[in-house]
């Protein structure tokens, strides 16, 4: 089924390759909303940095959308306050210079990621949440 793609949405093409990955529709319970319409919504909030409550109704209910955002992490530390830590119990950092040579690629990731609004500007207050986006944004990313 060919969906109509809008600006801030999820491309047919990345969702044919993230398609196989979301859990199967539980055999009991209550039903889930197609699963196309979830991952949609919350790249469209990330994209556009929207507040949950302003996600469009053909995404479903803002709230189906944030309860599925729930992957439970912490936002990671600092470079600098690690090495703070590190600096007060008086051991020296370990320096690798082969992942320092890479350092690039994960700059360039970042200068990608703040793109979307909704990671660059980080108005989520849970830190699961703020994750979640960013796990959903980078295969997108990696699509192209």
């Not at 809008?6 to 199967?24: G, K, N, Q, S, V």
């Not at 189906?64 to 992957?71: A, D, E, F, V």
């Not at 200068?111 to 699961?128: C, M, P, S, V």
């Amino acid at each position: 089924m060919e969906h109509m793609v809008r600006r801030h949405e999820l491309t047919d093409d990345a969702w044919e390759r993230i398609a196989p990955l979301p859990p199967a529709i539980p055999e009991r319970g209550g039903r889930w909303r197609d699963h196309r319409q979830v991952p949609g919504g919350i790249v469209w909030k990330v994209r556009t940095g929207a507040d949950w409550r302003d996600i469009p109704e053909r995404h479903g209910p803002w709230q189906t959308i944030y309860q599925r955002c729930g992957i439970g992490v912490t936002i990671p530390e600092h470079a600098d306050q690690l090495a703070g830590r590190a600096r007060r119990k008086h051991r020296r950092c370990a320096f690798d210079p082969i992942r320092h040579k890479r350092r690039n690629v994960v700059e360039r990731c970042f200068n990608r990621l703040r793109r979307f609004k909704g990671i660059a500007t980080r108005y989520d207050k849970l830190a699961a949440h703020y994750r979640s986006a960013v796990t959903i944004v980078c295969p997108l990313l990696w699509l192209g």
